[in-house]
């Protein structure tokens, strides 16, 4: 397979010498957008990152993952791949991973039963419920074939990570707030 470059284009302030943003596309914001889930998944540090953003959700979150959150929530729809992606997206980074994972186990009879501890008996046949079921989660949002983002502009991205369609509106709003020297 051959290797795929990624373009990103920098936005200098040349006489304080530092970048403003970077234009991206949307091969760049795929890959933003899948950073906090890589958090989650890969459980950093052992700290319970999905369970931070659905506790802090509704407070002023700070920090990158803050922000990331916040992009993929405003970003209208119309820039995702599908009209559930967005959705499915943000349940995922609000679930905790470890109940897609859990173990259940049915009666190896009747099946009428579930449960999560294989010692329970059935209430109809009396038999242990050991025949380990496997878990079928919804369907994937990282399984979208193309990303996630539609290729339909470029965007904005920040210091911080923070990401939005870009605009002529925004660039200027941009310069004035970073005080860009004309």
């Known amino acids: ?11 200098v302030d040349t006489k304080a010498k530092k970048v403003l943003f970077a234009e991206a596309g949307k091969d760049f914001i795929d890959i933003l957008i899948c950073l906090p889930s890589h958090f989650l998944m890969y459980d950093l540090l052992s700290f319970p990152v999905s369970t931070a953003v659905r506790l802090l959700k509704e407070k002023n979150m700070v920090g990158f993952l803050g922000d990331l959150y ?9 820039y995702w791949q599908t009209n559930d992606s967005k959705k499915n997206f943000l349940r995922l980074l609000l679930s905790d991973f470890g109940s897609y994972s859990q173990k259940s186990y ?11 501890d294989p010692n329970l008996l059935c209430p109809t046949c009396k038999k242990n419920l050991t025949n380990e079921l496997t878990y079928v989660s919804p369907k994937s949002p990282f399984n979208i074939e193309g990303g996630f983002v539609k290729e339909l502009v470029s965007y904005i991205v920040m210091d911080n990570l923070e990401f939005r369609p870009m ?3 925004d660039i200027v709003t941009l310069f004035n707030n970073l005080r860009v020297e004309k």
Not at 70 to 78: M, Q, Y
Not at 106 to 116: E, G, K, L, R
């Open 1 to 11: 397979m051959a290797a795929s470059k990624m373009k990103l284009k920098l936005v």
């Open 70 to 78: 916040g992009c993929i929530e405003n970003l209208p729809d119309a």
């Open 106 to 116: 049915s009666c190896p009879s009747c099946h009428a039963y579930v449960a999560d």
């Open 167 to 169: 605009s002529t509106k």
